[in-house]
């Protein structure tokens, strides 16, 4: 079970990062659709922070995916780097 869920980490990431990618995008696309609706005191930036809100919403969403790939690189390393220590203690 353990040996299923290490390798399928790498995929449950690109799934999880892809949902923050459309969710950023459909939350951006909402904001910019709310600037055409009568009322808005000033359309245009509305539809400015909609746009920030799309590229900083997908940028923040691969620095997600990044820091999981760092700790999942990290962990591996700790555990080659502890069986390369026990393994003179066999001898």
């Known amino acids: ?23 950023a995008c459909y939350l951006g696309a909402m904001v910019i659709r709310l600037s055409g609706v009568p009322g808005v005191p000033d359309p245009s930036w509305v539809m400015v922070f909609g746009f920030l809100m799309i590229i900083f919403g ?14 999942m690189d990290i962990r591996t390393f700790t555990k080659h780097a502890a069986f390369a220590l026990r393994m003179p203690q066999k001898r």
């Open 58 to 71: 997908v940028t923040m969403s691969f620095v997600f995916a990044g820091i999981c790939f760092q700790i």
């Open 1 to 23: 079970m353990r040996d299923t869920l290490n390798k399928s980490l790498e995929v449950l990431i690109w799934i999880a990062t892809t949902l923050m990618v459309v969710g």
